[in-house]
Every structure is written in C-alpha cells, then in structure tokens.
DNA sequence: GCTACTGTGATATTTCAGTAGTACAGTTGA
DNA sequence: TCAACTGTACTACTGAAATATCACAGTAGC
C-alpha cells in the first residue's frame, strides 16, 4: 500500500495524503506521466470518503503537482524538477538518517530532533528563502 | 519576547506556544523551577485568548514539562532532563544547520527537505521508538 | 450506442478542535 | 480581611474537515 494518512494524528487527511503523494514523486517512486489510482478505488482501500482524495487531488493539482484528465484520470505532472529531485535525493536518504542518528546517539528523543529542525527550517524561511 | 506564535500559520496557537516554551526549555532559555508569565499576561501580550495559553500550560503540565500550581503560578518542572538536554543541545544546531545545508545545496527547497525529515523521522517512529 | 470506468459538482449533515467570554477558586502579602 | 494576583471550569460560538449521497460529465473500449 503506497498511502496510508492516518485519521487519528490530527493532521488533516487529504493534507497527509498530499504530503505523502509529494514524496513518493521525489523519491521516485511514482514518476512522470504515471497515472494515480482513481479517486474511487483510493478512498475504499483507505477507508476514507471520496471527497477526501477528490480533494488532496485537486489541491495537488492547483500545486502543479498532478494533472487530473477528467474521464481519464489523474497523472504525475511532467516536469523536469521530479526527474532532477530523484536524482538530487539519490543518497540524501541516508544523509538525513545519519543526522538524525547522531541526534539520538546524544540522547535526544524524536521530538526534540523534530523541533530542532523545525527552529532551524523556520529560521530558513523568516530569512527570505520562501517555500518552494 | 520570549514566544510568539503566529495565529494565521494553521497550527494551532496552543501548539506553538507549547512547542516554543519546550524548545526554551531544552535551549536553557528558561531552566529548571523557573517560573512561567501568568496566563493573563501572557495573553494580554500575544493578544490571543487566556483559554488558548491556559490550554497551552494544562497540557504541557500533562506532559511533565511544566508544574501548574493554583494561585502561584506555572514552573519549568524540576527534572533532570532538561539539564541533559542542555548539555546534548551546545554544538547540535550548528550540526543541523549544516546538514539542512548540505541539502539546500543540492538544490532542495526547504518544503522538500521537511518532507524528507518528517518521512525519516515517521519511519524511526513507526518501529517502536514512540515519542518522548 | 452502450457500458464501465474516470473526475466534477452541489448540498446537507456531523463532528470536533480552537477560541472566546465569564464566573469560580486557590495563594500571597499587606 | 481584603485586594490583587494566580490557575480552573463551564458554556457557547465558529469554522474546518470529513462524511454521505446524489447527479452530472468526459473518456475509452467493446
């Protein structure tokens, strides 16, 4: 199962489902032009309401993320930033968990590394660097 | 001003407000027994609502991070956590700031690098490290 | 053309989190 | 005792999210 929102984490269905939609593009493992399962088939394998994915569809779509072809589908958006991002993340993976190791080898819980980066990420964004 | 929670970023007010008085705890902004700013005060200064700062100090008080004491006040919990976390935190941020850098160099944006953390750390707390 | 799939759209309902206003209650010190 | 501070509790309003249900519309294959 590629998806899988949680209900019960507070965080809004069809926001974690975008989240997830997101990285499984820039992992790869969805690519270009490669069609996404239909809004109806999705929400019955997630238990959700079809107004849930219908929605993180469109928000995506509004993003430029997927292009939705009605009658046809929903489709990975074809651009080049997906190919160039699995490409940029070939290894970023085990950078990433290698910090966190670090992290937690001093100690700190999963929390405390989240809101580290998370201080840090902001100060990222209040310097100018805007979100992409 | 020590907090300051943005009212129009989507998280909940009492969330930030919690995140930031445990982020300054773990920095030593604020240490062990110290006393919090009253609740009136408090909400008088971020102009939000006593309820959000009362919800805010209930549950990190659930927590164990701060002690509620009724008609005295709220206080950093005397534990030695935080102490540690002290310590473990001098030299971690500039260890995270290099490693978002290393990211943003190859060209991630800093919505990509969150994602990238968020899965990681997702991951770890999925195989029974729960949260602290 | 028909069928079975796609996404679109509208509407009503329900639930719940967040926030707010206001009254209550404990603590402290003069 | 009183005043001024503390946190607590209750009630109510609001809006976002999710659900349910339905009708509509485009596409593809037979």
Redesign the pocket.
């Known amino acids: 199962m590629l998806f899988r929102?949680n209900?019960s984490s507070?965080?809004?269905?069809?926001?974690?489902l975008m989240e997830q939609v997101k990285h499984a593009i820039e992992t790869g493992a969805l690519r270009s032009g490669e069609q996404?399962?239909?809004?109806?088939?999705l929400?019955e394998e997630l238990?959700?309401?079809?107004?849930?994915v219908?929605?993180a569809?469109?928000e995506l779509?509004h993003e430029g993320v997927i292009e939705?072809?009605?009658?046809?589908?929903?489709f990975v958006s074809e651009n080049a930033r997906a190919e160039k991002l699995a490409d940029a993340l070939r290894g970023t993976r085990s950078m990433v968990a290698a910090a966190i190791e670090r992290l937690r080898a001093r100690g700190l819980t999963i929390d405390e590394i989240r809101r580290l980066f998370e201080a840090e990420l902001a100060r990222l964004s209040r310097r100018g660097q805007r979100r992409g």
Chains 1, 2 share one sequence.
């Not at 238990?47 to 849930?52: E, F, M, P, R």
């Open positions: 929102p209900p507070g965080v809004p269905i069809y926001l974690q996404l399962p239909g809004i109806r088939p929400a238990v959700i309401n079809v107004n849930t219908a929605k569809y469109r779509e939705l072809r009605h009658g046809s589908g929903a």
